[in-house]
């Protein structure tokens, strides 16, 4: 129970670094490409990774490759389509849509990976997408053609997160996320060569500032506490602390740049506070409390 709690705690403080790092990429990528943004940002994670964890790289074996290849393919997708559906849609829309992931993930874990998913967990995603567009939609949500592009970057991360679990036997996940990083950073300098809008030596700070931020504390960070979570945590628990990120988005914005406090902050948040205790308590009143969360579990 104690390594469920600390993990989860680490996680909804990577998806709180998600929240604060929006505004950095925002004002970073600003005109630019994308691309050569996610390119940097998944490099420099890469190589501090490597740094950090040079002794590691010993246990890097063909299957190690062949894995990290396959965590890597959506996770990959999902960024350059995320990045693609901003062009055309807004931040209201993406930060919803690209939150349906929550209920994305029970749904494929049943019917693609077959695997059983614990009834509570239905109503638990249900009730954390309403709390999700209470804080998103207060400018009303309308889909638009971009939108589209987003539903398929939802699609994308829900299988990362499901093919993290899938190889979640792994002794040490820390060399397979040093090579998915790699693996991402090389997908997105493909993209970034065919891209015209793209500055590989831009002088402009605030895109090396979104860079850096993005590189150490949302994508570091946050992937490699991942990795080590979903062998405790369940997917849909790792979906559940994907949707704090809006909340301390909007938080942050209240604290950092003025923005008016809303009760739909808090009525959203609560929402999903709630939907996650749903999923995270036992009860059940006859069974005896125990940790069900084990590296093999499917709950």
């Known amino acids: 129970m104690q390594k469920k709690l600390f993990f989860l705690i680490l996680l909804i403080l990577g998806t709180s670094f998600w929240g604060i790092s929006f505004t950095f990429v925002k004002v970073g990528i600003g005109s630019g490409s994308p691309f050569t943004f996610l390119f940097y940002k998944f490099l420099i994670a890469a190589i501090i990774l490597s740094i950090l964890f040079f002794k590691k790289l010993n246990q890097i074996t063909t299957r190690t490759v ?25 931040v209201s829309n993406s930060a919803f849509l690209t939150g349906l992931d929550v209920v994305l993930i029970p749904i494929l874990k049943f019917f693609v990976y077959k695997k059983r998913v614990n009834k509570k967990v239905w109503p638990a995603s249900i009730l954390a997408l309403i709390g999700l567009y209470c804080i998103v939609a207060k400018d009303e949500i309308s889909l638009n053609i971009g939108d589209l592009w987003i539903i398929a970057c939802a699609f994308a991360f829900a ?119 749903i999923v995270e308590l036992n009860i059940n009143p006859k069974k005896k409390f125990k940790s069900s969360d084990t590296i093999k579990s499917t709950d």
């Not at 990290?68 to 055309?88: C, E, R, T, W």
């Not at 931020?213 to 559940?240: D, V």
Request: with cysteine.
């Open 66 to 90: 062949i894995i990290s290849f396959f965590i890597a393919l959506p996770l990959f997708a999902g960024n350059v389509l995320q990045s693609i559906g901003l062009k055309h849609t807004s």
């Open 159 to 277: 299988f990362y997160v499901l093919q993290i679990g899938r190889y979640a036997d792994l002794n040490n996940p820390m060399p397979s996320v040093i090579l998915v990083m790699t693996f991402c950073a090389f997908g997105c300098l493909s993209c970034s060569m065919i891209d015209s809008n793209s500055d590989f030596f831009s002088s402009d700070f605030d895109f090396w500032k979104g860079v850096l931020f993005a590189a150490i504390f949302a994508t570091a960070y946050m992937y490699s506490i991942q990795n080590f979570a979903q062998r405790y945590l369940s997917e849909e628990k790792i979906a559940m602390t994907y949707l704090f990120e809006p909340v301390v988005a909007t938080a942050a914005g209240i604290l950092l740049l003025g923005e008016p406090f809303s009760k739909e902050l808090i009525i959203g948040g609560s929402l999903i506070i709630i939907s996650m205790l």
